[in-house]
């Protein structure tokens, strides 16, 4: 049984979608010193309430600041999306005034943020950032992506099951279950990390101070300490930060050099 498990598991990652950029990379030793300093400062938590019922005047305030922002960001992305040759080039961005929580995502065609989030990324940098995140989602096909990956460790997963079944064994679709869930897991933390990676140029290319945007995910460990420490779906956020800083050296270097602003793409 456990061959089986261990089996499921290596064949659900040789089927899925994996991310398709080279990003740059960051030491062990970075990573233990910006998860010490994180942890530092988030000693102090952020007294931000993200469960707040916002008032009408209040949505409307935070819908005129985030659309010229939104606006902004969306040409940028637009922009990029061609030069890599993508095909999912145009979002629509929506802001969900009844949803509460910091949370911001993206479904293949629409951009949606919460009030909360609007409101926590105060500086329109961070804000921005926060967009273009999204816009990378989707431009990167990522839901798409997650998926396939999702039915693909299903299938192989649940084609154990068939075996195991033949051999008197009843696993009651522990492994199609398995599989999925590896196949949800496998590469979703990649996933975040390309989108933080693209959203990066998108913010250079479309004239924010690029450089303060790993700064939010600083702030966001002292909203919630936990994601110093926990990787789920999403990466930590110490590792967030440091490959953000990488991306803005690899971005100040193309400047200097006169290089075009887009990602690294990994060899076909």
Known sequence: MRNLLLMCCALTL????????????????????????????????????????????????LVKRADPVARKVSEAAAALCRDIQATKCTSRVVIKGGKK?????????????????????????????????????????????????????????????????????????????????????????EYEHEADYIGLYILARAGYDYPKAPGFWRSMSRANPDSIYIKTTHPTNPARTLQMNKTVEEINYKKAHRLALVPNFQPR
């Open 14 to 61: 040789v089927a899925c979608v994996s991310p398709k950029t080279s990003r740059p990379q960051f030491s062990k030793a970075e990573y233990a010193s910006e998860r010490e300093q994180q942890a530092s400062e988030a000693r102090v938590k952020s007294d931000f309430n993200d469960q707040k019922d916002y008032s009408q005047e209040e949505l409307q305030a």
């Open 101 to 189: 929580g910091l949370n911001a995502y993206a479904d293949g065609t629409n951009v949606v943020l919460h009030p909360a989030m609007i409101d926590f990324a105060r500086d329109d940098t961070h804000l921005a950032f926060v967009i273009a995140h999204e816009f990378a989602h989707n431009i990167m096909n990522h839901q798409v992506d997650l998926m396939t990956n999702v039915a693909a460790g299903g299938i192989l997963g649940t084609l154990l099951d068939v075996a195991a079944q033949t051999q008197g064994v009843n696993t009651g679709g522990a492994f199609g279950k398995l599989g999925a869930q590896q196949g949800q897991l496998t590469y979703s933390p």
